[in-house]
């Protein structure tokens, strides 16, 4: 008898677009049962740390670098509205997925890798981070900011400094045995970063060693980034920034990948 | 041409076994799960794994969809090699799991949407599938309900449902009854019934010896993680049980005594809580202690290959 020929591929590919679509779609359908909650709280957090920040402080501190502190603080803060939406779902969304709801059992008997569940997850929070991460840009503009055309690549920088910080979410909850874990990486990890991103602060104004440990620091080059964006772009500066956070997303991304897979995959 | 395609004329689209396992282990640091199992599942049969909690159905389950990776052993499920194929192998696959992963805050009709994408229905199949799926699971007018708001049967029938919606060639159903009221149960074997009569083949872990003995056409007993027993089930009755038992109800002392008379007339007897089943008295006129009469069942044939007494 003939022997037939084998098919093409016996193997399914990695990242195939139908497993990372299924993904989404239930993360989109999903969205549509809880986004008021979850806009409410990526926008309103971020907006009262404008408002108690650029008009508490800056009463204090009027200008800086020959700006009004609320416009300081209006770019500054986009890069906490990326934080707050993207880290922080991301650590707790994940864990409620695979301990308690069990979701990612579900996904995974469909032919669905943990490396496609993972990056459609990434995604998905991303997109929402380039979204949410706008807000306090608009509320700064609504108290005078003056908008600018560099502000239209603010979503994307929202979106490349998401995707590294969901993936840094998932990969928290991928190693953490429990929920009481993330308060380690929340207080000693993601506060510290939070506050010397040069968020509320000028960076320059601290010691030299913190200035440069500021280069580590993704949120740091968020915040720079957005305020070029708005005040205007540095060239080979910014096009750094953003090799910096490609490099945090992928390596992040890949970390998270094998995190998740040792927690799902026995 | 590989290997494996000469192995399996047909190509591997038409095995004749849904289902190959050859001495897989699973061990999960000094437990051992799975320890060294073979399992057949013949295409358009039903296959029940038939064992206590901790027998290790759960996750001969989990190795069939490449959740859990085998220590040693080979794993083949519809001509597929796992775990570099499970991708392959889990497209034409629905799964049940034992513990209800619904997204509760969509309704029915979302929960299938989510599934038909993730198992890959084109756009214009999805709304047939979900129609199907719907009428299968007898949810067609709760389609808009969330599905927190669903009895613990609907949940179950949307559950099973959820995992047809791509008309599977394979279903493995996990403990697809557990914690569920009788008719409720009842219900559920009628829609694994129908499924199995369509010919779609099934590989269905439970610990109830009813659903067991009423849906499978072959039954596996585990214990230990090790197959002590297979075979249809009326056929592991008679070859391990015979057609009858004699039960005798009585205190303690008497049951012992039931027992070493029984041993000595070189009969096997069981504990069934109260009382003492003497097996295999078929064939005699009547067995050497009076007692009530009863059909020889798959319970007896469980306890007395494993020692381990059923929930």
Redesign the interface.
């Given at each position: 008898?003939a022997?037939?020929?084998?098919?093409a591929t016996?193997?399914?590919g990695r990242l195939e677009r139908?497993?990372l679509?299924?993904?989404l779609?239930?993360e989109v359908?999903?969205f549509s049962?809880?986004w008021r909650s979850s806009t409410f709280s990526s926008t309103v957090e971020p907006t009262i740390y404008l408002l108690a920040f650029g008009f508490g402080f800056g009463s204090l501190v009027s200008r800086i670098g020959g700006r009004p502190y609320v416009e300081f603080v209006g770019t500054g803060t986009v890069a906490t509205a990326v934080l707050f939406s993207s880290a922080f779902p991301a650590m707790f969304g994940t864990f409620v997925k695979y301990q308690f709801?069990?979701?990612y059992?579900?996904?995974?008997?469909?032919?669905?890798?943990t490396e496609e569940l993972v990056t459609a997850e990434a995604l998905w929070i991303a997109t929402r981070a380039g979204v949410y991460g706008c807000v306090p840009m608009l509320v700064a503009i609504a108290f005078g900011l003056d908008p600018s055309w560099g502000m239209l690549v603010v979503p994307l920088i929202a979106w490349i400094s998401g995707f590294g910080w969901a993936c840094f979410g998932i990969m928290i909850a991928g190693f953490a045995k429990s929920f009481e874990n993330f308060n380690y990486v929340v207080s000693a990890v993601l506060t510290p970063l939070f506050l010397v991103a040069g968020t509320f602060f000028p960076i320059s104004n601290l010691p030299g060693w913190a200035q440069f440990l500021a280069n580590f620091n993704p949120l740091h080059h968020c915040v720079q980034l957005v305020r070029d964006a708005a005040f205007g772009f540095q060239g080979w500066e910014d096009l750094a920034r953003i090799g910096a956070l490609l490099l945090f997303g992928v390596i992040i991304w890949r970390i998270a990948i094998y995190a998740m897979t040792r927690k799902?995959?026995? | 041409?590989?290997n494996d395609?000469?192995n399996h004329?047909n190509?591997?689209t038409e095995p004749e076994l849904a289902i190959r396992l050859r001495g897989a282990v699973k061990r999960?640091g000094t437990i051992t799960a799975v320890d060294g199992l073979d399992l057949d599942v013949p295409v358009g049969t039903c296959v029940g794994l038939l064992g206590p909690n901790g027998a290790g159905k759960s996750t001969t389950m989990?190795l069939l969809?490449?959740?859990?990776?085998a220590d040693e052993g080979e794993i083949e499920v519809l001509g597929?090699r796992l775990p570099?194929?499970s991708?392959?192998a889990?497209?034409q696959?629905g799964?049940t799991?034992q513990?209800d992963?619904l997204?509760?805050?969509?309704t029915v009709e979302?929960n299938l949407?989510?599934?038909a994408?993730?198992?890959?229905i084109g756009r214009g199949e999805r709304r047939e599938a979900i129609e199907r799926a719907l009428v299968m699971a007898k949810l067609v007018d709760r389609r808009d309900s969330r599905v927190d708001k669903l009895s613990g049967g609907m949940r179950r029938r949307l559950l099973i449902a959820r995992a047809l919606v791509h008309r599977p060639r394979l279903v493995l159903l996990d403990e697809p009854t557990v914690g569920l009221d009788p008719q409720v149960r009842q219900e559920l074997w009628a829609l694994i019934d129908a499924l199995r009569s369509e010919g779609t083949t099934i590989l269905m872990s439970t610990h109830y010896i009813e659903e067991a003995q009423r849906l499978a056409d072959t039954v596996m007993i585990m214990s230990h993680g090790k197959a002590v027993a297979a075979g249809p089930p009326s056929a592991l009755v008679i070859e391990h049980a015979g057609h009858e038992v004699v039960e005798v109800y009585g205190p303690p002392t008497r049951l012992a005594e039931v027992e070493a008379e029984a041993g000595a007339a070189g009969l096997r007897t069981r504990r069934t809580g109260t009382s003492v089943s003497i097996l295999g008295v078929d064939g005699r006129n009547g067995s050497p202690i009076e007692g009530e009469r009863r059909p020889a069942n798959l319970e007896d044939v469980f306890v007395l290959l494993t020692g381990e007494e059923i929930a």
């Open positions: 008898m022997v037939e020929v084998a098919p016996r193997r399914l139908p497993a679509t299924g993904v779609v239930r359908v999903n049962s809880y709801q069990r979701t059992d579900a996904i995974l008997a469909a032919p669905v890798d799902l995959i026995d | 041409m590989s395609r000469l004329p190509g591997p999960y989990r969809t490449a959740q859990s990776i597929f570099e194929e991708k392959m889990r497209a696959c799964v799991p513990l992963n997204d509760t805050t969509l979302q949407l989510v599934f994408h993730l198992y890959r």
